[in-house]
Structure formats: structure tokens, C-alpha cells
């Protein structure tokens, strides 16, 4: 069975950095082209950051991009979200998600995914 578990929320201060992880069971990463996504109050899912299938490919949302990155550790079967300088509006709760293996290109959109974790609470606020 398929599993993601996201981990490495937390409240910190605008400027703060946070890493999250997301471990995955049941698959290899390296099978799948996988994406962070994002939830805020009151607000639509958004793809935040994506890898593809080989790795050799990953894209950032406008907000995020040059402070955020994505990595993941195959030996680990672990995806990695580094979030630096962070801001209020990147509050959210964030999600790991895995796209069908026929797939090998990453996608920003949520429909494009098919395996969510349960997510993980990233606070920003002074």
C-alpha cells in the first residue's frame, strides 16, 4: 500500500527556516514524480514545488521560488521540502502527494495527483 507521511511542520518567525519531509512507504521515490502542496484558511490547495519521476527535473511556484527548494534522499525513501525565509502568507498546512506512476513529469495541479500524506502544520507568525 502506498504511503506518505509528512513531517517537520512547526510555528516559527517570519525570516525562520523550516525543512519538512515526507517518508515514503510501499514505493520507491524514485518511481513516482511527486509535489508539495499547500492549504491555507479559507483558501484552494496549491502546488507549491514538484520533482520528476528521474529528479532531474523540479519546479517552484512564483512565491516561492529562490527560498524554497525541493530534494529528495532515495536511499531514505524520503522527499524534503527546504523552506528559507519564510513569510506569514506561506502558512498552511502541507501535503506530499505522488502522481500516478505512468507519469514521469511533475505537475503543479492537484488533480494531477492521486497518493496525498495526511499533512503537516507550517506556521508563520511573530
Known amino acids: 500500500q502506498l504511503r506518505l507521511a509528512e513531517s517537520g511542520g512547526g510555528l516559527v518567525q517570519p525570516g525562520e527556516s523550516l525543512r519538512l519531509s515526507c517518508a515514503a512507504s510501499?514505493?520507491?521515490?524514485?518511481?513516482?514524480?511527486i509535489a508539495w502542496f499547500r492549504q491555507a484558511p479559507g483558501k484552494e490547495r496549491e502546488g507549491v514545488s514538484c520533482?520528476?519521476?528521474?529528479?532531474?527535473?523540479?519546479n517552484y511556484a512564483d512565491s516561492v521560488k529562490g527560498r524554497f527548494t525541493i530534494s529528495r534522499d532515495i536511499a531514505k525513501n524520503t522527499l524534503y521540502l527546504q523552506m528559507n525565509s519564510l513569510k506569514p502568507e506561506d502558512t498552511g498546512v502541507y501535503y506530499c502527494?505522488?502522481?500516478?506512476?505512468?507519469?514521469?513529469?511533475?505537475?503543479?495541479?492537484?488533480?494531477?495527483?492521486?497518493?496525498w500524506g495526511q499533512g503537516t502544520q507550517v506556521t508563520v507568525s511573530s
Open positions: 520533482i520528476s519521476k528521474t529528479g532531474g527535473s523540479t
Open positions: 510501499g514505493f520507491t521515490l524514485d518511481s513516482y514524480a
Open positions: 502527494a505522488a502522481r500516478p506512476p505512468i507519469y514521469r513529469a511533475c505537475r503543479m495541479g492537484r488533480n494531477d495527483y492521486a497518493t
